[in-house]
């Protein structure tokens, strides 16, 4: 087990650009969530998979977003013309849904953007 | 939708003291409430969970409490030490995906 991992930890860019972001979850976990941090603030959440297929998004998440599991492993995040109030922590997340009732979340360290 | 509320947003104990984190959350049929703790510079980790036909569970030095009547639980850390300095965040969930408290930091001082 090598956990999660996020890809980059940090992103500085100025508003305007796009970014990207990669999650790769736990092997063995079909679930896989993504959660934005602001300073002083619990995760939010954003979106999550299962498998490949994309089930639940937040109002949060603007159409200047988006996600996309293809065959159902990695996960990017990207970010359209960014504005400074996407600033924030990404936090990436993945849980096995062949766990009897809930799976807990497995957190990665997150990638920092910072928009400029 | 959910809402989780967290208190205190700060809590300051002396090495050895017990720190108690409350939350309460609206939705009845939330039933499965677990914390983590957030390092600085990292993501959240799972320390313990609770579901919800159970009303405490208890692993070395943490508790969780929970009261479904109320719409609340609690963690508990008893003999706290400086390592357990960190922001320590509630969450729930019933069916769907998990809600957060905004966190409270703990400060462990020796």
């Known amino acids: 087990d090598t956990g999660v991992s996020q890809d980059p930890r940090h992103k500085i860019t100025k508003r305007g650009q796009n970014v990207t972001f990669r999650c790769d979850p736990i092997s063995e976990h079909n679930r896989l969530y993504w959660y934005r941090q602001t300073l002083g603030q619990g995760p939010e959440f954003l979106t999550y998979f299962q498998n490949e297929a994309q089930l639940e998004k937040s109002r949060l998440l603007s159409d200047r977003f988006s996600a996309e599991r293809p065959k159902g492993s990695f996960s990017t995040l990207e970010i359209q013309r960014t504005e400074q109030g996407d600033s924030a922590m990404y936090l990436c997340a993945s849980s096995s849904d062949r766990v009897p009732f809930y799976s807990p979340l497995h957190f990665g360290n997150g990638t920092r953007l910072t928009v400029t | 939708g959910e809402n989780v509320e967290q208190h205190p947003s700060t809590l300051s104990v002396q090495e050895g003291d017990s720190a108690v984190i409350k939350c309460t959350y609206s939705?009845?049929?939330?039933?499965?409430f677990p914390w983590y703790k957030q390092e600085l510079g990292k993501g959240p980790q799972l320390i313990i969970d609770i579901r919800s036909n159970v009303g405490e569970k208890k692993d070395q030095r943490i508790a969780v409490t929970l009261n479904k009547t109320a719409k609340h639980f609690s963690l508990h850390i008893t003999e706290t030490q400086p390592e357990d300095s960190a922001v320590y965040f509630c969450?729930?969930?019933?069916?769907?995906?998990?809600?957060f408290g905004k966190g409270t930091m703990l400060l462990v001082s020796p």
């Open positions: 939705d009845s049929a939330s039933n499965y």
């Open positions: 969450a729930a969930t019933g069916y769907s995906t998990l809600t």
